[in-house]
C-alpha cells in the first residue's frame, strides 16, 4: 500500500506555538519573493537551448552527488545510478536506475535531501504517495510525461519558481557562448556565469596543463609569461563580464592568501610552469594568486568568493575511475585569520572590495569569521554551506556569526546547487529557518516585529542583491569573447 507523501505548512516553524505563530507571520510575508541565487553550478546549456530533459533520472539522479552519495556509502554502485565515469555513461538503463534509487529513499530520512525531495515530488510534479520500490514506476512514467511538457522545459521551470537572477559557473577556459545565446534569444530570464579560475591558478588541478592551453588560445596572451598571465586574466575576466558576471569564486583547499613582489612572484610563476614545484609551491601560488584576483577585483569591480576547506576527491580510486565531484569531498580544519592577513593588509579597509567567505569548518564561525567580517570593511560572510545547507547548520550559523557581525554582514543564501528543481526546495528552507530565527528574538523581546519584518526581507533579497551588485549590473553587451 502506497504511503502518502505530504508536506506540513508549518514544517521547521519552533515548536514553541507563540513563537511559531510570529514565524508563519514573517514566512508569509518573504514566501513569494522572488528567488536570488547567486551561486550555483547548473547548466547554462538548459537555458540556451531550453530542449526537453529526457527522463527522470537524467535530471534528478545522475547529476546529484547529494544523493548518490548517500546510496554510494551503503555500497550501491554509482554505475547503477547512471552516474558517468571517464569511461562514459554506464549502459545501465535509466528505469532500472530509478528503481534502485526508489528502493533506497528511506536512507534519507532526517536529512535534507529528504526536504528537498518531497518538495521536488510534491510541489513541483503533483505526487501525493511517497516514493518506493513500490510506486518507483509511477513515478518514473509521470515525472518523464511532464518533462515532455512545453510547461517543464528549463525556461519555463526558470519562470514558474519565480527565480529573478541565477549564476551559473564557469572557468576561463570554457565557452560562454550558452550565456549569449541566453541574452540574444530574448527570454527575459536573468542567468548569468561566475569567473572560477581554478583550473588555470591550480598547478595540482588536473586540468591545468589543457585548461592553460585554452586559456592562451582564448585571450591572445603569453599566459607562460607573469605579465601575460595576469593580462589573461583581466581579458577573461572582462570576457565574463560582458557575459552577464557580476563575481568571481574560489575553491582552494584552504584561505591562504600572500603578498608577494613581483620579482618574488614572477620567479614562483616559473616554478610552477616547471616540473620542480613542490605542494608548498603549489599552495603559496594559490595563496598569491587571490591576492592578485583581489587587486583585480578593485579595479573591475567583480565580488570575490572564496570556499576554501574541502579535501576534493579524497575517495582516490573513484577519482580514478569517475573524476572529480563525485560525492567524495570531505569538509577539513581551515584557518582564516592568519590565512588571510597578507590580503587583508593590503585591502582590508578597502571599500571597492568585496569578499564573501564561506567556510565548511563551523568551528570558526564565532571565533574567527564573525569577527574578521564585524570589523573589516571588505568582507560579508556567506551562508552556511554544502555540508551545512541543512536546517541545524542554518541555525547554528545564525546563532554563532549574529552576535559579532549582526545580520548585515552576511549575504542571504545562496543554493550552491547543481540540482535545478531543489532550487525552490533549498530556498523555501533558508526562508523557514531564517523567519523561525527572527521569530524567536521577537518572542524574546531582542527585536522588534517591525525589524523582523524588514529583516526576513533583507535575508530573503536585499542583503543578497547588494552583495552580489545584482542593481549595479548594466544589461550585458551581446558580442562579445566566447
Excluded at 109 to 138: I, K, N, Q
Excluded at 241 to 257: C, L, W, Y
Excluded at 271 to 300: C, G, H, K, N, Y
Excluded at 409 to 424: C, E, Q
Aim: overall charge negative; glycine content about 6%; aromatic content about 10%.
Amino acid at each position: 500500500m502506497p504511503r502518502p507523501l505530504k508536506l506540513d505548512p508549518d514544517r521547521l516553524f519552533p515548536a514553541e506555538e507563540n513563537t511559531r505563530r510570529i514565524a508563519r507571520a514573517l514566512y508569509a510575508e518573504v514566501a513569494g519573493l522572488p528567488i536570488i541565487s547567486p551561486h550555483g553550478h547548473t547548466d547554462p546549456t538548459w537555458f540556451s537551448t531550453n530542449a526537453n530533459w529526457s527522463n527522470a533520472t537524467e535530471l534528478l539522479l545522475s547529476p546529484d552527488h547529494y544523493i548518490y552519495r548517500m546510496l554510494y556509502s551503503q555500497g550501491v554502485a554509482l554505475d547503477d545510478l547512471c552516474v558517468p565515469s571517464k569511461a562514459g555513461m554506464p549502459g545501465t538503463d535509466p528505469r532500472e536506475a530509478w528503481r534502485t534509487f526508489a528502493e533506497h529513499t528511506y536512507l534519507f530520512r532526517g536529512t535534507p535531501s529528504a526536504m528537498w525531495l518531497s518538495h521536488v515530488f510534491g510541489e513541483v510534479f503533483g505526487f501525493d504517495v511517497a516514493l518506493d520500490a513500490s510506486t518507483a514506476d509511477h513515478y518514473y512514467d509521470t515525472i518523464n510525461e511532464k518533462l515532455a511538457t512545453d510547461a517543464f522545459k528549463p525556461r519555463a521551470l526558470f519562470d514558474r519558481f519565480n527565480i529573478g537572477f541565477l549564476a551559473t559557473t564557469e572557468g576561463p577556459q570554457d565557452d560562454l557562448s550558452p550565456h549569449h545565446a541566453i541574452h540574444n534569444s530574448g527570454w527575459e530570464g536573468r542567468v548569468v556565469t561566475t569567473y572560477r579560475p581554478d583550473a588555470v591558478i591550480d598547478v595540482e588541478h588536473e586540468q591545468f596543463a589543457g585548461a592553460m592551453k585554452i586559456f592562451a588560445e582564448k585571450t591572445g596572451e603569453d599566459v607562460y609569461s607573469w605579465d601575460g598571465y595576469l593580462a589573461a586574466h583581466r581579458k577573461r575576466r572582462a570576457d565574463f563580464r560582458a557575459a552577464g558576471a557580476t563575481a568571481t569564486d574560489h575553491g582552494h583547499p584552504t584561505a591562504a592568501t600572500a603578498n608577494l613582489s613581483k620579482d618574488e612572484a614572477e620567479r614562483l610563476f616559473r616554478t610552477i610552469l616547471s616540473d620542480r614545484w613542490t605542494p608548498q609551491d603549489a599552495e603559496l601560488f594559490r595563496a598569491q594568486m587571490l591576492t592578485e584576483m583581489a587587486a583585480m577585483s578593485v579595479e573591475d569591480g567583480m565580488v570575490m568568493q572564496i570556499h576554501p576547506g574541502s579535501f576534493r576527491n579524497h575517495n582516490g580510486g573513484l577519482f580514478e575511475s569517475h573524476g572529480r565531484d563525485k560525492g567524495a569531498d570531505i569538509p577539513m580544519r581551515t584557518d582564516y585569520v592568519h590565512a588571510l592577513k597578507p590580503l587583508l593588509d593590503r585591502f582590508g579597509t578597502s571599500t571597492d572590495l568585496s569578499i564573501i567567505l564561506f567556510t565548511l569548518d563551523e568551528t570558526v564561525y564565532a571565533r574567527e569569521l564573525a569577527p574578521l567580517a564585524g570589523h573589516y570593511p571588505c568582507l560579508k560572510l556567506g551562508p552556511s554551506w554544502w555540508f551545512h545547507d541543512s536546517p541545524e547548520g542554518m541555525r547554528r550559523f545564525r546563532e554563532q556569526v549574529t552576535e559579532t557581525a549582526g545580520f548585515y554582514n552576511t549575504v542571504g543564501f545562496n543554493d550552491d546547487t547543481r540540482a535545478f528543481l531543489s532550487i525552490p526546495a533549498r530556498h523555501d528552507v533558508a526562508r523557514r529557518i531564517d523567519c523561525g530565527f527572527l521569530a524567536r528574538l521577537v518572542a524574546e523581546g531582542r527585536l522588534l516585529d517591525w525589524e523582523a519584518a524588514e529583516l526576513a526581507y533583507e535575508l530573503t533579497n536585499g542583503l543578497v542583491r547588494e552583495a552580489y551588485k545584482l542593481d549595479q549590473q548594466a544589461p550585458a553587451p551581446v558580442a562579445a569573447a566566447a
